[in-house]
C-alpha cells in the first residue's frame, strides 16, 4: 500500500495527487474522497461487464459483444432521427441545436456557433424512484 504523505489544502481541496489516489484505493470502490466531500466513483465499463456476465452466466467476452452490440444499434438508431424507448430505464434521442452567436472570451470577438444534433437521455418515471429511494439527508 502507497504510504499517505501530508495533503496540502487550497481553497478547501485536496491538491495533493499522490494522495487523493492513494486515498481513493483504501476506499470501497463506491466512494472517493475529495476534501470533506464524499463523491461517487464511475462504473468502468470492464466492471459493468463482469458484474453482466456474471448475472446471465455468459463470458465476459459474450458479454462484451452483446452490449456492444445493443450500443452500437442505439447510436445507429439515433442517428437514422429514431428515438430508442426501453421501458422501466429511459428514452435516448437526438436533439437539435440551432445556430447561434457567441463571443471568444479571449477577444471578445463575435463568432457564429454553427447548429449541431446531440444525443440525450430522458431517464423513466421507474429510474428516476430508484434514485430518489437512495437519497440521503445531509
Known sequence: MAALSAPAICNGFTTDVAFRRAARRTLPRAVAVRSKTVVPMALKKKELMQKVAQETGMTEKEVTVVVGSAFDAI??????????NLPGFGTFEGRD????????????ETILIPATRAPAFVASKSFKDALKATVQDK
Open 75 to 84: 447510436v445507429e438508431a439515433l442517428v437514422e432521427g429514431d428515438k430508442v
Open 97 to 108: 441545436r440551432k445556430a447561434r452567436n457567441g463571443r471568444n472570451p479571449q477577444t471578445g
